[in-house]
């Protein structure tokens, strides 16, 4: 069992409405990526935090923004939720950038928008 | 935009075949490439990995290829057993500092029969 935890286990919003989800990274561990998973498709990368500094985006629109503490957990926020931001959202630790180091996922958030 | 194909999206075969995973990325910057399973309602978890600088890498039932110039990298599962039935995702991670992009494929659910 990793040590990533995230919070909270599921969330129900509804449109307009603006959310924030957490994360805790592995004990060690410096990095957080966060991705958002739909319903049978692969997770899409949102965007990883290093250090407190934003690391790398995906092609997601600015009202998804986050947030890393210095003890390097981290906080995904989203504004003017759509129904179309219904998934599980997942976040990813790891000791160092990912790519270098393996990442360890967290058992997921999921957000259902209606 | 940077892109990875996955085939097939489904795949079934007899306890103790072999089963192919197959990926083709866009990104030719791209230089790590993690393979992940996916349980029903559990969190991604690596299963291995391989960088831009090695062709091949084995662990135990499981090897991944890779071919830089034809952007391709495969998973290969020999004496395939009933709990190795999941979906498996490639990956891609490509950019430099402060512009990681980590490019997921759209998954592959893989049936072992008994």
């Known amino acids: 069992e990793t040590g990533v935890t995230q919070s909270p286990t599921h969330l129900i919003k509804t449109r307009g409405q603006q959310v924030t989800l957490r994360c805790s990274s592995q004990?060690?561990?410096?990095?957080v990526s966060w991705y958002q998973q739909a319903l049978g498709q692969g997770p899409q990368f949102i965007f990883q935090?290093?250090?407190?500094?934003?690391?790398g985006r995906g092609n997601f629109p600015p009202r998804f923004s986050g947030l890393q503490f210095p003890n390097y957990s981290s906080e995904l926020n989203v504004n003017a939720l759509e129904l179309d931001d219904s998934a599980l959202y997942l976040c990813?630790?790891?000791?160092?950038?990912?790519?270098?180091?393996?990442?360890?996922f967290g058992p997921g958030t999921r957000l259902t928008v209606t | 935009g940077e892109n990875v194909e996955q085939h097939p999206s489904t795949l079934s075969v007899q306890e103790g075949d072999s089963a192919v995973i197959k990926c083709t990325y866009s990104?030719?910057?791209?230089?790590?490439f993690p393979w992940y399973k996916q349980e029903l309602g559990k969190r991604p978890q690596l299963i291995i990995d391989?960088?831009?600088?090695?062709g091949e890498k084995k662990d135990q039932r499981i090897a991944v290829t890779l071919n830089k110039t034809a952007k391709h990298f495969s998973l290969h599962i020999t004496e395939t057993q009933p709990e190795d039935s999941a979906v498996y995702f490639c990956?891609?991670?490509?950019?430099?500092?402060?512009?990681?992009?980590?490019?997921f494929g759209t998954g592959t659910r893989l049936k072992v029969l008994a």
């Open positions: 990813a630790s790891s000791p160092g950038l990912a790519g270098v180091y393996e990442q360890y």
């Open positions: 004990s060690g561990h410096n990095t």
């Open positions: 935090y290093y250090r407190e500094e934003e690391n």
């Open positions: 990104d030719s910057a791209s230089n790590y």
């Open positions: 391989i960088r831009s600088n090695v």
């Open positions: 990956a891609a991670r490509g950019g430099t500092s402060g512009t990681y992009k980590y490019i």
